[in-house]
């Protein structure tokens, strides 16, 4: 089966994480079509994060990691496009990801606000059913935040906040990276061959 997938990026800090998921994304012989969902807030972290002029989801695609066969599997959305194709049930996603989710899009998907095409997307994903990865980037948690991931959680959302795996070893950073990569990957049932001991045994 050849996935079709939706990535939404949040304001939180992070932005290692979608650029390395998008890529892995985009390379995999499985997957098909990825929705690049980049939001005004997320495009101001890029900009703070790469030290550089941010353009939002370019920076993101903009990289020597992907062919362009590779680059062509992407296509891009402004977060206030509502009429795109995501925003519908009936346009069939195999998973969606939001990376990395922000307090702020938490809270919108715990009470079913859908003001924007994030928004919108991951309700979708809530009420098809389809797996839906929430990489949450915020520390301490407050007692709302626990309310609302209890609410998500409960409606089968995956929360999957990027927790470093101390177990792989090594001192890269980029090992960090593709473990998280690894278990996103893996809740949306992609296979990723050649693990490189990014599991534990």
């Known amino acids: 089966m050849k996935h ?21 994304m985009a390379r995999s012989p499985e997957v098909e079509r990825v929705h ?11 900009q703070h994060e790469l030290s550089r002029r941010a353009t939002g989801a370019a920076d993101l695609i903009d990289t ?5 066969a590779a680059r062509d599997k992407i296509s891009v959305h402004s977060n206030n496009e509502l009429d ?16 990395p989710c922000s307090a702020g899009t938490l809270g919108a998907l ?12 991951g309700a979708v994903a809530l009420k098809e059913q ?21 609410r998500l959680a409960y409606l089968r959302a995956v929360i999957l906040p990027p927790v470093p795996a101390f177990y792989v070893g090594g001192e890269d950073f980029n090992r960090f990276l593709d473990h998280y ?4 990957l893996d ?3 992609i296979h990723q061959p050649g693990d490189d001991g990014l599991r534990w045994s």
Do not use: C
């Open 64 to 68: 020597g990691d992907l062919t362009e």
């Open 84 to 99: 795109a194709a995501i925003s519908s049930g009936s346009y069939r996603l195999t998973g969606t990801a939001v990376i």
């Open 110 to 121: 715990a009470t079913g606000s859908a003001g924007t095409l994030i928004h919108r997307a």
């Open 130 to 150: 389809w797996p839906l990865v929430l990489g949450f980037r915020e520390t301490p948690l407050t007692t709302i935040h626990l309310e609302n991931l209890r």
């Open 187 to 189: 809740h949306l049932a």
């Open 36 to 46: 690049l969902v980049v939001s005004r807030g997320a495009s101001q972290v890029l």
């Open 4 to 24: 079709r997938l939706a990535l939404l990026v949040t304001g939180a800090s992070g932005m290692a994480l979608p650029k390395a998921v998008l890529t892995a």
């Open 181 to 184: 990569v690894l278990r996103v």
